[in-house]
Protein backbone atom coordinates (compact mmCIF):
# COMPACT_ATOMS: atom_id res chain seq x y z
CA UNK A 1 0.00 0.00 0.00
CA UNK A 2 1.35 3.21 -1.06
CA UNK A 3 0.36 6.20 1.01
CA UNK A 4 1.32 10.04 0.45
CA UNK A 5 0.55 13.55 1.79
CA UNK A 6 -0.55 15.83 -0.78
CA UNK A 7 -0.77 18.83 1.30
CA UNK A 8 1.43 19.99 4.10
CA UNK A 9 0.92 20.06 7.77
CA UNK A 10 -0.68 22.85 9.45
CA UNK A 11 -0.02 23.85 12.74
CA UNK A 12 -2.69 26.63 14.49
CA UNK A 13 -1.98 28.66 17.68
CA UNK A 14 -5.13 29.53 19.30
CA UNK A 15 -5.65 32.28 22.34
CA UNK A 16 -7.75 31.93 25.06
CA UNK A 17 -10.97 32.81 23.28
CA UNK A 18 -10.34 30.15 20.61
CA UNK A 19 -8.85 32.57 18.03
CA UNK A 20 -6.38 31.60 15.69
CA UNK A 21 -3.66 33.97 16.62
CA UNK A 22 -0.98 32.44 14.54
CA UNK A 23 -0.62 29.20 11.44
CA UNK A 24 2.84 27.52 10.80
CA UNK A 25 2.83 26.01 7.22
CA UNK A 26 6.69 24.31 6.89
CA UNK A 27 8.88 23.81 9.98
CA UNK A 28 9.84 27.29 11.10
CA UNK A 29 7.51 29.33 8.86
CA UNK A 30 4.76 32.02 10.33
CA UNK A 31 2.49 33.04 8.50
CA UNK A 32 0.43 35.50 11.01
CA UNK A 33 1.40 39.30 10.70
CA UNK A 34 -0.20 39.43 14.21
CA UNK A 35 3.12 37.09 15.03
CA UNK A 36 5.76 39.53 13.84
CA UNK A 37 3.41 42.52 15.64
CA UNK A 38 4.71 40.66 18.89
CA UNK A 39 8.51 40.22 17.27
CA UNK A 40 8.98 43.93 15.91
CA UNK A 41 6.76 46.16 17.90
CA UNK A 42 8.75 49.23 16.44
CA UNK A 43 7.09 51.12 13.26
CA UNK A 44 10.05 51.20 12.04
CA UNK A 45 10.97 47.73 12.08
CA UNK A 46 7.89 46.75 10.95
CA UNK A 47 8.28 49.32 7.66
CA UNK A 48 11.51 47.77 7.00
CA UNK A 49 10.05 44.11 7.22
CA UNK A 50 7.31 44.74 4.86
CA UNK A 51 9.80 46.22 2.08
CA UNK A 52 11.58 42.64 2.09
CA UNK A 53 10.19 41.00 -1.45
CA UNK A 54 9.48 37.01 -0.64
CA UNK A 55 9.03 35.41 2.57
CA UNK A 56 12.18 33.71 2.86
CA UNK A 57 13.78 37.21 3.31
CA UNK A 58 11.04 37.87 5.56
CA UNK A 59 11.70 34.77 7.67
CA UNK A 60 15.07 35.24 8.12
CA UNK A 61 14.57 39.02 9.58
CA UNK A 62 12.38 37.09 11.92
CA UNK A 63 14.97 34.86 12.66
CA UNK A 64 18.09 37.32 12.81
CA UNK A 65 15.55 39.78 14.56
CA UNK A 66 15.32 36.64 17.54
CA UNK A 67 19.13 36.63 17.20
CA UNK A 68 19.75 40.32 18.41
CA UNK A 69 17.68 39.91 21.26
CA UNK A 70 19.51 37.14 23.05
CA UNK A 71 23.05 39.08 23.84
CA UNK A 72 23.60 42.25 25.67
CA UNK A 73 25.86 43.39 22.99
CA UNK A 74 25.07 45.89 20.22
CA UNK A 75 26.14 43.47 17.89
CA UNK A 76 25.35 39.97 17.32
CA UNK A 77 27.15 36.63 14.67
CA UNK A 78 25.04 35.49 12.11
CA UNK A 79 26.23 32.00 11.30
CA UNK A 80 24.59 31.16 7.41
CA UNK A 81 24.88 27.61 8.16
CA UNK A 82 22.37 28.42 11.24
CA UNK A 83 20.20 30.58 9.65
CA UNK A 84 19.98 27.90 6.19
CA UNK A 85 19.19 25.27 8.45
CA UNK A 86 16.02 27.12 10.23
CA UNK A 87 14.77 28.16 6.46
CA UNK A 88 15.44 24.67 5.21
CA UNK A 89 17.50 26.37 2.38
CA UNK A 90 21.41 26.05 1.20
CA UNK A 91 24.21 28.06 2.68
CA UNK A 92 24.41 30.21 -0.06
CA UNK A 93 20.71 31.02 -0.26
CA UNK A 94 21.20 31.83 3.63
CA UNK A 95 24.24 34.04 2.51
CA UNK A 96 22.59 35.71 0.09
CA UNK A 97 19.42 36.38 2.32
CA UNK A 98 21.80 38.34 5.15
CA UNK A 99 23.41 39.91 2.20
CA UNK A 100 19.76 41.49 1.11
CA UNK A 101 19.21 42.69 4.16
CA UNK A 102 22.31 44.28 4.56
CA UNK A 103 21.11 45.92 0.99
CA UNK A 104 18.19 47.15 2.28
CA UNK A 105 19.43 48.96 4.65
CA UNK A 106 18.57 46.70 7.74
CA UNK A 107 21.90 45.34 9.25
CA UNK A 108 25.37 46.49 9.21
CA UNK A 109 28.58 44.37 9.52
CA UNK A 110 30.59 44.93 12.45
CA UNK A 111 32.83 42.57 12.33
CA UNK A 112 34.05 40.33 9.41
CA UNK A 113 33.56 36.18 9.20
CA UNK A 114 37.43 34.52 10.08
CA UNK A 115 37.21 30.91 8.80
CA UNK A 116 36.90 28.44 11.10
CA UNK A 117 36.82 30.78 14.02
CA UNK A 118 34.60 33.47 14.55
CA UNK A 119 31.06 33.96 13.03
CA UNK A 120 30.81 37.65 10.97
CA UNK A 121 28.64 39.71 13.10
CA UNK A 122 26.21 42.46 12.78
CA UNK A 123 23.93 44.98 14.03
CA UNK A 124 20.24 46.59 12.96
CA UNK A 125 20.41 50.28 11.28
Known sequence: MHCS??????????????????????PGRVQSPEAFRRIASAPLEREKFYVLANDNDREGFRIIHNWSKVTDS??????????????????????????????????????????HRLAARYQWQ
Not at 5 to 18: C, E, F, L, Q, T
Not at 87 to 97: E, G, R, Y
Open 5 to 26: RSHNAVIRVYDADGNVIETHGA
Open 74 to 115: RDFKIVCESLAARLAVTVPTASSIRNRLCAAGILRQTARYVP
